[in-house]
């Protein structure tokens, strides 16, 4: 209040002396008013002298427009007047009629003045938080003179007091939401200034964009903006596009709830543009420029590695990285919007394999197609483009190569004799990369230089393979190498006429060999194998030259370090004891570590040292390169120490070396082998898949036989009940021959199911012969162990897989035991139907039938039971070939190794188990013998009816001519009788 009376005394030409009565006694009327409507009345003035009289009106009208707030919140219509009272009094908008009042005061005064009004006003307002929470509870109303001005209101309180406003609100009880819903309110003007109400509130506040990105706001900006036409669209489309870029930028959070919500996929219709050569409005360019640095938030370098590789991955799955290559490849592209789709491209694929891929297979639209990758590099290299395209070119080519080998491989091999295209009908990668670093223009120098050291960065491998590149200077001469080229030019100097910066071209040639030979002792002995090239070195840093002249020191020094660090004392007049004793004659040590340092205390170092994007205000700035900086960084300690060292230090640091590599190697070797364990458990793993495999299969057979059987067993019950009938109702010949009929389809049906028995235990024998496969698999496996280590490990998982092997043969040996009881079963109902055929047999004798007939069916009956008997012999082998298989089985597990020794108690279970399929051998051996007992009595029985019976050896052919005689007299029996 101090500051705004001293305000007042200090103008000279304020206000008349009667519009400040007036302005007071609008206040009164205001204060003490009953009458709504001349308290309407009164705010209503003083909104109309607001903006002449601001300081008046704000001094002595506030408080009783905040009261007015708070207690006639009935009246729409004064909420609204005093609401644009407060906005005209603490907004620092100019007005044509407050600019005439100063016409003495300086237009940079008045506007000083005017803020400072503004902010001072604001705090007195929010100095009570309750005025915050009351304006924030009227955006609630839906009526458009109170909820417009209001939002004006909060959004000027906003722009004078961001950080004090922002924390009232976060504490305020759903003062986030109640803003938010601003962006659904169907009158346009209210949405828009809501948007902008929102740009101020989240502004440099993570908290709050975290509260408006979970209240939605993605979905319904994104929405705003595709109603708008996307990049067609207005300025409420960039506003949209502002507030997005404030709730994302720096706020991990946010950016992987986009990513998460599947926002990326709605960002792609935004880029659908022609490449007409008409339709480029400057709002447009404006949504459009927005929109790719929308990208390039969530794309950042600066963001966590694991967050940028996962929004990579979601813009190429849905196309919106071939939408952007499509605008790079178009034509009538504005230059500041295809300078900016460079660098948003570059960083969409920046480090991210699949993109990278992705970008090398694209083609620009020409005749013939060239790579977009040959294109851009064409405008690197020309000195006619525009210096911000060419430094986008660079970053994209810098993006396409990094962490890339492939990448760098194929520009490499460009440059190699074998791939280079003789007919000269296509021009490649490296030719033009060649042809800038050897121009006349020295930006082209530096960027063709910087570039082919990405294609070095990190890949000893192609800092090999560029040893073989060689170049024709002029006819006549033999070529000569590229790095012999580039120390040729260095050490020409300012000798050739260049355009642009004098020592441009001497530091990107510096920094290119200084990548080239550092980790590379094969380039470094490439290096000093030419005998000039240390003397230049020596001789460009002992001498005492110019403050320009003293980064070209620096660097010189860095390449000597470089070329003693990385030596391999394979020449012997360049060895590192030799070239550290010649730096200490001719420059000094102390003097070389100065001139080393000048690099990194250079003005330019830190500048390339923040951001991986070359962005140079002017082309004389383009000295360092980012991943330069960081190899500075990383030798400059190394190579003082190397050249402090003494001889013997040299010798034991070597030994050091020879110690890390053996001990390197051993773990390389260990390595291999705990790989080879690891594809041998993995085999073993797939074994055990299979045989869990067959064991389910095994038992979904299993099962399929018991429910077999269970309806066997159904079926003889049936059987057994209609033969019970057929017995008590049975009174004459044709009721026999009946049951004649019907038994030998009962039988028939037994033998059907004896032979699916017989199949069963076939496919049984099967899968027990494949688990012996598996097990000899076991044997081989666990004696190919290579050391005491992989042996342990292979037999405690064999050890484990024949345990799972002997539970699966336990489970095969009680399906055979419940086998075997079921044919025991069968042969116990056979049994049953013996007996009653025997009493099928009396009861014919009884109703007079002939011996004939008794002779027939008694033939019929003993042919039956010789059928049963040779079925009961077959199960018999079988039994005992599953038997013979098991002892194999057993053999073949006790021979398998030593470490199986522990199954020596299995073993003894599987005897015992034997033991007993042989007793239940016996068992059928006895009720074998019972059966035959059981035909001798009915023979004998046969014989005291009077009819004759013939030996075991004859009965065949007696059957079959007793047979042959029926058919030919069936009437003699009965004469006989």
């Given amino acids: 209040m101090n500051f705004l009376r001293g305000v007042m005394g200090g103008q000279s030409a304020g206000p008349q002396h009667t519009e400040a009565e007036t302005i007071q006694k609008l206040c009164d009327r205001v204060a003490s008013s009953t009458l709504l409507d001349d308290r309407r009345n009164a705010v209503r003035a003083l909104k109309s002298l607001s903006k002449k009289y601001r300081l008046e009106v704000g001094i002595q009208a506030m408080e009783h427009l905040i009261h007015v707030l708070q207690t006639d919140r009935s009246d729409s219509e004064i909420i609204g007047y005093a609401l644009d009272t407060l906005y005209n009094i603490i907004s620092n908008d100019e007005d044509e009629e407050v600019d005439s009042l100063f016409l003495n005061i300086t237009e940079e005064n008045s506007t000083r003045q005017s803020e400072d009004l503004g902010s001072q006003f604001t705090e007195i307002f929010i100095k009570q938080q309750e005025n915050v929470t009351l304006l924030l509870s009227l955006l609630e109303e839906f009526d458009f003179h109170v909820r417009w001005p209001g939002v004006k209101l909060l959004t000027s309180l906003l722009k004078q007091l961001g950080p004090q406003v922002q924390q009232i609100i976060l504490v305020s009880p759903m003062g986030v939401s109640r803003l938010m819903d601003l962006l659904a309110d169907s009158r346009e003007v209210i949405r828009n200034d809501g948007v902008l109400l929102l740009q101020a509130l989240t502004r440099s506040n993570g908290a709050i964009q975290k509260i408006v990105a979970f209240e939605n706001a993605f979905e319904r900006l994104l929405d705003i903006i595709s109603e708008e036409g996307n990049s067609d669209g207005g300025i409420v489309v960039e506003d949209c596009l502002i507030l997005l870029q404030n709730l994302l930028k720096n706020n991990n959070s946010n950016q992987n709830f986009f990513k998460e919500g599947s926002y990326i996929q709605r960002m792609k219709p935004w880029f659908e543009v022609g490449d007409e050569n008409t339709g480029w409005s400057a709002q447009k360019v404006t949504n459009l420029h927005l929109m790719l640095q929308l990208v390039r938030v969530l794309v950042s370098p600066t963001n966590p590695p694991g967050a940028t590789s996962s929004c990579q991955k979601a813009m190429f799955q849905c196309g919106l990285l071939q939408q952007l290559c499509t605008i790079l490849m178009a034509t009538g592209v504005p230059a500041d919007i295809l300078t900016e789709t460079i660098n948003t491209v570059s960083e969409v694929i920046r480090g991210y394999q699949v993109n990278q891929d992705y970008f090398a297979s694209v083609n620009a639209p020409s005749n013939p197609p060239r790579p977009a990758i040959v294109v851009l590099l064409m405008s690197m290299v020309n000195e006619r483009q525009p210096f911000v395209l060419r430094c986008a070119v660079l970053y994209c080519f810098q993006c ?3 962490k890339n080998q492939k990448g760098q491989g194929e520009i490499v091999s460009t440059l190699l004799p074998s791939t280079i295209d003789a007919t000269g009908n296509s021009v490649s990668a ?12 020295s930006l082209s120098n530096w960027c063709a230089a910087v570039a082919l050291a990405h294609a070095l960065q990190e890949n000893a491998t192609q800092k090999e393979q560029l040893l073989r590149v060689q170049l024709a200077t002029s006819i006549g ?14 050490s020409q100097g300012d000798k050739i006429d260049r355009r642009g910066s004098k020592i441009q071209t001497r530091v990107g040639l510096l920094m290119l060999l200084c990548t080239w030979l550092s980790n590379c002792p094969i380039a470094v002995t490439h290096f000093l194998h030419n005998s000039a090239n240390v003397p230049f070195l020596t001789g460009q840093i002992a001498e005492n030259l110019g403050e320009e002249e003293q980064l070209v020191q620096g660097l010189c020094a860095l390449l000597l370090g470089i070329s003693i660090y990385f030596n391999d004392n394979s020449l012997e007049s360049y060895k590192k004891e030799k070239l550290k004793q010649l730096i200490e004659k001719r420059i000094g040590k102390e003097n070389f570590i100065e001139k080393l340092g000048f690099i990194s205390k250079h003005e330019l170092y830190s500048r390339a040292s923040q951001k991986p994007q070359p962005n140079f205000p002017s082309p004389e700035y383009m000295i360092f390169d980012h991943e330069f900086t960081k190899l500075v960084k990383e030798l400059e300690g190394v190579i003082t120490k190397a050249i402090y060292k003494s001889s013997e230090e040299d010798k034991k640091e070597e030994e050091v070396k020879k110690t890390l590599e053996q001990h390197d190697n051993i773990v390389t070797h260990y390595k291999n082998m705990i790989r080879e364990q690891d594809l041998q458990l993995e085999e073993l793993k797939q074994q055990v898949s299979t045989l869990k495999c067959q064991n ?4 979904t057979a299993v099962t399929q036989q018991v429910s077999q059987i269970q309806q066997h067993k159904d079926q003889y019950n049936l059987l057994k009940i209609q033969l019970g009938k057929d017995n008590q109702h049975q009174g004459s010949y044709s009721e026999g021959a009946q049951m004649n009929g019907v038994q ?7 033998r059907e199911e004896i032979e699916e028995l017989k199949n069963n235990q076939e496919l049984l024998q099967s899968k027990l012969t494949e688990k012996d496969s598996v097990i000899e698999n076991l044997k081989s496996s666990q004696t190919s162990g290579t050391n005491e280590q992989s042996s342990a490990i292979v037999s405690a998982r064999d050890s484990e897989q024949v345990a799972e092997l002997k539970q699966e043969l336990a489970t095969l040996k009680s399906q055979l035991n419940s086998q075997s009881v079921e044919i025991t079963k069968l042969q116990t109902e056979k049994q049953e139907l013996l007996q009653k055929t025997e009493v099928f047999a009396k009861s014919v004798e009884v109703q007079g039938e002939t011996e004939t007939v008794i002779a027939t069916k008694t033939t019929d009956v003993e042919g039956r039971l010789s059928a049963l008997l040779q079925e009961t012999k077959e199960l018999k082998n079988e039994i005992k070939a599953l038997s013979e298989e098991r002892t194999a089985i057993k053999e073949q597990l006790d021979s398998s190794n030593s470490t199986i020794a522990i199954l020596q108690t299995e073993k003894d ?17 006895v009720l074998l013998a019972d059966q035959d007992q059981k035909i001798l009595s009915l023979k004998n029985k ?3 009816l009077g009819h004759p019976v013939e030996e075991e050896d004859e009965l065949e052919s007696g059957d079959q001519e007793d047979e042959d005689d029926e058919s030919e007299d069936p009437g003699k029996d009965l004469d006989h009788i």
């Fill in 744 to 750: 030998p389809e009962e039988i028939g049906r037994l």
């Fill in 400 to 402: 396409f190569l990094y």
């Fill in 909 to 925: 279970k599987l005897e015992l188990e034997i033991t007993d399929s042989k007793k239940e051998q016996d068992d059928l051996l």
């Fill in 942 to 944: 046969l014989k005291d």
């Fill in 477 to 490: 001469n033999p070529p000569v190498s590229l790095l012999q080229q580039c120390t040729n030019i260095l």
């Fill in 430 to 441: 490296g030719q033009l990369l060649c042809g800038g670093l050897f121009s006349t223009d």
């Fill in 696 to 699: 389910e299969q095994l038992q």
